[in-house]
T-cell receptor, first 115, second 111 residues
Framework: DAGVIQSPRHEVTEMGQEVTLRCKPISGHDYLFWYRQTMMRGLELLIYFNNNVPIDDSGMPEDRFSAKMPNASFSTLKIQPSEPRDSAVYFC?????????????FGEGSRLTVL | RKEVEQDPGPFNVPEGATVAFNCTYSNSASQSFFWYRQDCRKEPKLLMSVYSSGNEDGRFTAQLNRASQYISLLIRDSKLSDSATYLCVVNRATGRRALTFGSGTRLQVQP
């Protein structure tokens, strides 16, 4: 089975540009999570969805960030406009039973650099 | 105060050594606990769950102390391949139903 697929793997952009990160969860998983990882703050939950519905977006830093899940097999995280402090690795993860078993399956991440 | 705190390390140990990491959590309502492993520039992966009675998986032993609000991971007979960052993870019983990750403890096993 294919794992969680994220794109792009690497993105370098300039401040003020729009960034769109994409994620395809594992088929059959009904929970999808977006995390951000930096050296300073570690892994932070941004938002998560259950059955394509956003459940908790309290981790989204500010209005510049938005996330959508139009169907069970696709989600996007958008940053507009981007700022240098948004530079991080953005991980998408999916699971079948939420966090009951503690097992989230992570994608390989999208490494974002904002100049 | 961070919800999950870990010593960032690095812990540099020789092959064959036994090494232990601790992690403290601040929310007494935390319900379940896990250790994840993250290799350099890779994604985190579940290593093991942590049960109240303690549990073992091969060379790895995890323990939970609810009274003191900490969990531990013990690695026996360290291998070079154990070199990674170990993330302590908690799941709250209430509120946000998602996993909260510690910043990780880096382990470097040396030949």
């Amino acid at each position: 089975d294919a794992g969680v697929i994220q794109s792009p793997r690497h993105e370098v952009t300039e401040m003020g540009q729009e960034v769109t990160l994409r994620c395809k969860p594992i088929s059959g998983h009904d929970y999808l999570f977006w995390y951000r990882q930096t050296m300073m703050r570690g892994l932070e939950l941004l938002i998560y969805f259950n059955n394509n519905v956003p459940i908790d977006d309290s981790g989204m830093p500010e209005d510049r960030f938005s996330a959508k899940m139009p169907n069970a097999s696709f989600s996007t995280l958008k940053i507009q406009p981007s700022e240098p402090r948004d530079s991080a690795v953005y991980f998408c993860a999916s699971s079948r039973q939420g966090v009951k078993t503690g097992e989230l399956f992570f994608g390989e991440g999208s490494r974002l650099t904002v100049l | 105060r961070k919800e999950v705190e870990q010593d960032p390390g690095p812990f540099n140990v020789p092959e064959g050594a036994t090494v232990a990491f601790n992690c403290t959590y601040s929310n007494s309502a935390s319900q379940s606990f896990f250790w994840y492993r993250q290799d350099c520039r890779k994604e985190p992966k579940l290593l093991m769950s942590v049960y109240s009675s303690g549990n073992e998986d091969g060379r790895f032993t995890a323990q939970l102390n609810r009274a003191s609000q900490y969990i531990s991971l013990l690695i026996r007979d360290s291998k070079l391949s154990d070199s990674a960052t170990y993330l302590c993870v908690v799941n709250r019983a209430t509120g946000r139903r998602a996993l909260t990750f510690g910043s990780g403890t880096r382990l470097q096993v040396q030949p």
